[in-house]
């Protein structure tokens, strides 16, 4: 048998493990039910692939540049301009933040049940830019923003300068709530799933399309906040605005090359008339014989642009929403979809379930993640910052992090998966479960590295008597580079990998709200962090509220078992996902 025989049953082994239809390989369409702008069957050689995806790519570095060029100084502005307070100014900056991935979930319906993903990036886009015009003008003509301080005497913004300020700053928090959970589905989108070739570069889409992502947040945090902070935030603002129409040029320049998907109605409604059908149909047994079960007579599914879904054994009292009443037999009933379901819609709330604990699991690492942007920092400002004759700001060490995912990128994709395939014969070199579960570990020793250093730095401070002195101790802060570019190692994986799987095993109608289901664990995340540091500083602290394991001085606390404490959750959430993984039962479409 030649080489050439062999890849060829290896691609169609690869299929058949996804599930995938071989007939559809090696037509000059699209497989996987894609059309071009006006509703027509795409050529696959004259549209998709990495033409359309540098459109993308391009929009989507250029978006996040417009954002983070805006977030990561945001609570600068907020104190320096507006003369607001630290707790005032974090608080907004926080919930800001939480907002702009809450958002996603409505940029998310709207795409999969009405608009597709195009329109709804190309609506959103539009919403966005207005954002970044309003808060530029909000920061640029003098009464849009207070006087400046006078010694002391700082005057407080006036309520329509708020309104003002508040109101771009929201418009792009719903702005990016549109695009977030669309852009990397649709990029996806541009790669036949029914083609072998194809799913492999789609594998390496959701790599640079992080490295995008990293490009962008690079060069924000450098050079544009250099800029607020040195030239002006009129400048400092509207440089982001600028890269905003760039991303929305971007973006339309490659329509005539883009695969669309069309939207097939609301997952949500189709998620609820699984569960009244089978709460209708409870007292019902539902058969062995699963060929009994109703399904749509087409090829398709009765979702436009949907692909259908074979019957699994798993769940079976959810297969009572597809029985087959004998008066729905003789009377309409049939065609209500509140009392009968086909097997794929009920196989859609199925993989939802499944994907459930997965999903779950991303919580706690969002938390682990969360202390790169605030206990990490805290424990930087209490080390030496002096390198040479300069000193860093703690937070410059976030750069470590960007850095590596940027490197990591390209020899993951070009050097690492390939290997990877020799030994695992998958196409992409690990399973999504496998890539995300890598990470997982990586970010508990992540963790673990910053608490080794913690107490490092703690047992400095005893010896030289600075436990109760509120003062940096003479420990480089060098030493909390492996722990960023640690996490850096641990995104690659997770991060990713979530994008992928929340991709691919998501149904096709419900690609969208999945993707924005995926980057709402990033605000639980948060939220959970918030939530642990609150109980932790309650249960640690005396009765008058000082002292504990996180206090205002670290020296005289114990962050170490903070960070241990994480380290343990990251663990025990790292064997649930194991656990949870090897029981998961793959999309098998039909």
Partial sequence: MGIQDEERLLEERLLLEDGLPQNKISGPYTGDGSVDIKGQPVLKRNTGNWRACSFILGTECCERLALYGIGFNLVSYLTKTLHEGNVSAARNVSIWAGTCSLTSIIGAVIADAYWGRYWTISTFSTIYFLGMCTLTISATIPGFKPAECIDTMCPSATPAQYFVFFLGLYLIALGTGGIKPCVSSFGADQFDDTDPEERIKKGSFFNWFYFSINIGALISST??????????????????????????????????????????????????????????????????????????????????????????????????????????KKTEGISDPWRLCTVTQVEELKILIRMFPIWATGIIFSAAYAQMSTLFIEQGTMMDRTVGSFSIPAASLLTFNIITVILLVPIYDMLLIPIARKFTGKERGFSELQRMGIGLFISVVSISVAALVEMKRLAMAEALGLVDEDVPVPISIL???????????????????????????????????????????????????????????????????????????????????????????????????VFCAKRYKQKRVA
């Avoid at 570019?485 to 691919?504: H, K, N, P, R, S």
């Avoid at 948060?526 to 509220?545: C, H, K, N, R």
């Avoid at 670290?554 to 959430?573: E, M, P």
């Fill in 479 to 577: 030493w909390q580079i492996p722990q960023f570019i640690l996490f850096g190692a641990a995104e690659i994986f997770t991060v990713i990998g979530q994008y992928e799987f929340f991709y691919d095993q998501s149904p096709d109608s419900m690609r969208s709200l999945c993707s924005a289901l995926s980057l709402l664990t990033s605000s639980l995340g948060s939220y959970l962090s918030s939530f642990m540091l609150t109980i932790v500083t309650a249960m640690t602290s005396d009765e008058d509220g000082k002292g504990g394991w996180i206090p205002d001085n670290l020296n005289g606390g114990h962050l170490d078992y903070f960070f241990w404490l994480l380290a343990g959750l990251g663990f025990f959430n790292m064997v649930v996902y």
């Fill in 223 to 328: 050079v544009i906040v250099s800029i607020q902070e040195n030239a002006g935030w009129g400048l400092g603002f509207s440089i982001p605005t600028l890269f905003m129409g760039v991303a929305i040029t971007s973006f339309f320049s490659g329509t005539p090359l883009y695969r669309f998907q069309n939207p097939g109605g609301s997952p949500l409604t189709r998620v609820c008339q699984v569960l009244v059908a089978t709460f209708r149909k409870r007292n019902l047994e539902a058969p062995t014989d699963y060929s009994l079960l109703y399904e749509a007579p087409d090829k398709t599914s009765e979702s436009t642009g949907s692909r259908k879904l074979d019957h699994t054994d798993e769940m079976k009292c959810l297969d009572k929403a597809a029985v087959i009443l004998d008066a729905e």
